[in-house]
């Protein structure tokens, strides 16, 4: 397998780390980089420098570029699954010329020999501008308000369907399938609701889930489609100034069931497994427990307590990661899931960003401005407990 490739970006602009051994010479691919991003598929990369926007395309281990496009101010930007599609995002301006504004929301085609625009908007909400695709690009949808517009194809001038709710606040189209769960506010003495469609047929959703008490709700897809976990948390409450969290569980088959957490303190973080069967929850007054659930909420396995509140599977779901950041010391602790034993316990001081590599064997840390005005650094560690490499940055 060939050995995946880092890319970091720092003042030093946009930098190329091969993670192979003795391969760790950088190549800087831009000196001034203000936004970078990756297709799912790591063949195309994204990135604006303050003048224009760059697409450009792996060629085996070549990089080359595939066009310009003239977004100078680009601040958030997404592929679609397969990386046909790339959606642009510049702040919202006005002007006394334009008081209403210029389109500053973009999608491209990127299938042919030259980039096509497919559609730009005037979006006001950053919040909202995020498009989303179902797996094969068959259906994009975007919310506006109160409603989420779905378009089929490339068409996206006029939308096949539309689903309005009330209060909508989010919405979330499954990595597989054709489902898609919305979360809409609750009112005076109304409770928050939850709940899934089957596109097309948005008339009534298959699977509701309602609660009270839920100031924020997010919404986090399995990878099989087969259900979500939700998570709602309050701004403040009786016991908390930071509010309380409460983690729940909805089904495709309309089953759900609430997480039963045996210890007082906030839910500091819950990812799923890529086997999709299962999910880690963080949570709990320090020190915290860790524990790892199946769909029917019922505990699996605890890997005791520690200061930690974050885990990461790697993409295998064969290794999870167990960390302390922010305020805490940096500790990690690798799991073998299947045999639910220790690996290794790895000391990542001041670290603000974890990943896992695609290959599953190595994880990268990195501390970064304004934890540290100095030293900053990013570091990878391999699986059998071996850093790779460290290289310090004056600033990141």
């Known amino acids: 397998m060939a050995a995946p490739t880092l890319a970091a970006r720092s003042t030093s602009g946009l930098e190329f ?3 192979g051994e003795n391969e760790h010479q950088a190549q800087q691919v831009e000196s001034n980089c203000r936004l970078v991003s990756f297709s799912q598929d790591g063949t195309r990369l994204a990135v604006c420098n303050g003048q224009t926007t760059k697409i450009l395309s792996f060629a085996g281990s070549e990089l080359k570029e595939y066009c310009q496009l003239d977004h100078r101010r680009t601040s958030c930007c997404i592929f679609s699954p397969r990386g046909h599609c790339v959606a642009l995002y510049q702040p919202y301006v006005v002007s006394k010329d334009i008081p209403e504004g210029t389109p500053n929301m973009s999608v491209y085609d990127l299938r ?6 497919l559609k730009a908007w005037v979006q006001k909400k950053q919040a909202e501008w995020c498009p989303q695709w179902n797996e094969d690009e068959t259906v994009c949808a975007k919310q506006q308000g109160s409603t989420v517009n779905f378009f089929e194809g490339t068409n996206l001038d006029v939308p096949a369907h539309r689903l309005h709710l009330d209060q909508l606040k989010a919405f979330s189209i499954a990595p597989h399938g054709q489902h898609v769960a919305c979360s ?5 003495d109304q409770p928050s609701t939850v709940r ?4 097309p047929g948005l008339e009534r959703p298959i699977a509701s889930k309602s609660f009270f008490q839920a100031d924020r709700i997010d919404m986090m897809w399995n990878c099989r489609a087969t259900g979500l976990i939700i998570s709602c948390s309050t701004e403040t409450s009786a016991d908390s100034y930071y509010g309380d969290t409460s983690l729940h569980y909805l089904g495709t088959d309309g089953e759900g069931f609430s997480v039963s957490l045996d210890k007082k303190g906030p839910v500091y973080h819950a990812e799923w497994s890529p086997n999709g069967r299962e999910f880690c929850v963080i949570y709990g ?14 505990p699996v396995f605890q890997f005791g307590t520690g200061p930690r509140n974050i885990a ?6 064969s290794l999870l990661a167990i960390a302390g950041f922010g305020n805490l010391r940096g500790s990690i602790e690798v799991w073998d ?3 639910k034993s220790l690996v290794t316990r790895v000391d990542a001081p001041d670290t603000t960003h974890f990943m896992w590599s695609p290959d599953g064997e190595r994880f990268v840390t990195a501390t970064t401005t ?6 900053q650094q990013k570091e990878t560690t391999s699986q059998e407990d071996q850093t790779d490499y460290r290289r310090a940055q004056r600033r990141a």
């Open 17 to 19: 780390f091969s993670l």
């Open 337 to 339: 899931v299947t045999r």
């Open 370 to 375: 304004p934890r540290l005005r100095i030293a």
């Open 196 to 199: 899934i469609f089957m596109y």
């Open 184 to 188: 809409a506010a609750g009112g005076k």
């Open 312 to 317: 990461h599977f790697n993409p295998h779901g």
């Open 285 to 298: 007054h320090m020190p915290a427990k860790a524990v790892l659930f199946n769909t029917h909420c019922e």
């Open 112 to 117: 042919s020999d030259a980039p096509r625009l």
